[in-house]
Structures are given as structure tokens and as C-alpha cells.
């Protein structure tokens, strides 16, 4: 599984972006999808997941109502849209994969085997 995650960069408080993860596997669909963020100094933490078919999804208390998971399995992308950016959003964002019938609830760090190179956003106050 090769993830490729893309739409860092910076945005001002307040402002919006969109994250994608493009992954190169033969069975989208099989894998339950997962953001994740790690600020310097910090450990990594849950952002957001989302199910394999979509149907369930899960936020990290610092996000909800500001974040959306989502995917396209006939693009095998998923996507992260967040609003209302605020510094302390500021993190490397990476996208990470799991077998859906692996073990562990899908919103934890743990739960995930495969994941994708970063891609910073940095949001200014």
C-alpha cells in the first residue's frame, strides 16, 4: 500500500484547505482510512478516520465540528476539508491505512500499518 497525501501548506486562522490522500492498492474499498498529525515535539495523534464503505466515521474532540473525513472509493482518495484553521492546527498531516477487519478500533494510532509521507500545514495567527 503507497499512500500519497497532498494540500498542505499555509493558511490564515479562521481560513479553510483540503487535504487528499491518493492511495496506490488494488482494493480501496477493504481499508478503513485515517488522518493523523503530528506537531514538533508531540506525539502523533487521531484527527479523523473513516470506515472502509464510509459508513462510520470518527473525530478527535479538538476537531469536531470543524473537520470532515471523506472518501471516494472510485478514486481510492480520501480527503480531510477543515475550517475555521487555528494555530494550533499546525502539524505534519499524515494519511494512514488498515485493513478493515484488522484489530483495535480505527481511530487509534495503532490501529494503522500502512502509512503516507507528511504534508505540513501551517496555520498563522
Known amino acids: 500500500v503507497q499512500l500519497q497525501a497532498s494540500g498542505g501548506g499555509l493558511v490564515q486562522a479562521g481560513g479553510s484547505l483540503r487535504l487528499s490522500c491518493a492511495a496506490s492498492?488494488?482494493?480501496?474499498?477493504?481499508?478503513?482510512m485515517g488522518w493523523f498529525r503530528q506537531a514538533p515535539g508531540k506525539e502523533r495523534e487521531i484527527v479523523a478516520a473513516?470506515?472502509?464503505?464510509?459508513?462510520?466515521?470518527y473525530y478527535a474532540d479538538s476537531v469536531k465540528g470543524r473537520v470532515t473525513i471523506s472518501r471516494d472509493n472510485t478514486k481510492k482518495t480520501v480527503y480531510l476539508q477543515m475550517n475555521r484553521a487555528e494555530p494550533g492546527d499546525t502539524a505534519f498531516y499524515y494519511c494512514?491505512?488498515?485493513?478493515?477487519?484488522?484489530?483495535?478500533?480505527?481511530?487509534?494510532?495503532?490501529?494503522?500499518?500502512?502509512w503516507g509521507q507528511g504534508t505540513l500545514v501551517t496555520v498563522s495567527s
Open positions: 494512514a491505512a488498515r485493513l478493515y477487519y484488522r484489530s483495535g478500533f480505527f481511530g487509534f494510532v495503532e490501529a494503522y500499518n500502512h
Open positions: 492498492v488494488r482494493t480501496f474499498s477493504n481499508y478503513d
Open positions: 473513516i470506515k472502509w464503505n464510509g459508513g462510520s466515521t
